[in-house]
């Protein structure tokens, strides 16, 4: 995942104006390569399943590029999850969410996976995101980190012929085997 050098939020808002898709993380601006079709198809699989899912429900899901900024009061974070599931709506505005999402979701491409597992994942449990997945279309499988006191369980792990189940909508159920067929 290429990286350019570390720059004020102000700075990378500025250099923002392309098509390019850009997250800011710890002050560090993070390019986002092209996802492959085995991502794309993934993401698009668990999004309808989100979709049917969350029909008439509180929360809502959005799917990348979508900007979700992270901010207290000191820092200021953009990340771009594949998949963001918000049910406090309070943050939402004309171009992006400004505030926690409920869960988080990545699914990983071999260039973001180091980021994804380290950066991300240490970004999202400092500001509280209660569930973070982790998906992989090369292993077929997704692991759920749930937030307890402050800091990421042991992930569950599910593979390609499992049901996902998540400790936050508990009757959710999501075959594994449909998100990678």
């Known amino acids: 995942m290429p990286k350019i050098k570390n720059v004020t939020y102000e700075e990378f808002l500025k250099m923002d104006n392309s098509d390019d898709r850009l997250e800011y993380i710890n002050g ?3 390019l986002q390569s092209a996802p492959s079709v085995e991502h794309q198809s993934a993401v698009t699989n668990l999004s309808t399943e989100f979709g049917i899912y969350l029909k008439g429900k509180k929360c809502r899901h959005f799917v990348e590029p ?3 900024v992270l901010q207290d009061k000191k820092e200021k974070h953009r990340v771009q999850p594949d998949i ?3 049910c406090d709506k309070s943050g939402l505005n004309e171009n992006n969410y400004t505030g926690v999402p409920t869960i988080a979701i990545e699914v ?3 260039s973001t996976s180091s980021k994804d597992y380290i950066i991300k994942m240490d970004l999202y449990m400092r500001f509280g995101i209660q569930e973070y997945w982790i998906v992989s279309p090369k292993n077929k499988s997704l692991e759920i980190f749930t937030l307890e ?3 990421y369980s042991e992930p ?3 593979s390609k012929n499992d049901t996902v189940k998540s400790s936050i909508f508990t009757d959710l159920s999501i075959l594994l085997k449909d998100i990678f067929s």
Request: charged residues 10%.
């Open 28 to 30: 560090e601006v993070y």
């Open 156 to 158: 569950v792990v599910y």
């Open 66 to 68: 979508f900007d979700v």
């Open 149 to 151: 006191n402050g800091i």
């Open 84 to 86: 963001t599931i918000i």
């Open 108 to 110: 990983l491409s071999p």
